[in-house]
């Protein structure tokens, strides 16, 4: 499981290696997404509280970048914080996110970004729920989510 010092440690001395890499132009990004999902995730734009279509979606699948589809977090690790924007404790997986130290607005935060093709998603916090302690504070535009079928075998 990811810390806090962990994260800080990959924002300061370099991020964990993804499993592919997705590379392409501006140009290729904005014929791909819609408007608001380019300023998001490709000029690292902030969607307004509550107006994410998926902050209060709780159904069971995966989150995947809406940019490249790499699966980035989960539905087990989502939880309601109450901010305003979707809300997870740990990625799906530990080489998934990249980590930087963003200093804009005089505020000194980690932003999260795709680590296969660099789309801002979010800022992760230190003031989540145990065990991890961490809060993964994401844009619904920098998503799509890859619904599960619900399983009645129990
Ligand atoms: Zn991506």
Redesign the pocket.
Known sequence: MLTWKEIINFSVNGNPTPDKR?EKTDAEWQSQLTSEQFRI?RQKGTERPHSGALCSVHDAGKY???????P?FDSTIKFSSGTGWSSFTQPIKENAIKYERDTAFGMVRVEV???????HLGHVFPDGPEPSGLRYCINSESMIIKKEDVKNDN
């Not at 995947?64 to 790499?70: A, D, F, I, K, P």
């Not at 970004?113 to 789309?119: E, H, K, L, R």
Request: hydrophobic share 30%; aromatic share 0%.
């Open positions: 997705v995730t995947n970048c809406v940019c490249c589809n790499t980035l970004m795709c680590n296969t093709c660099d789309a």
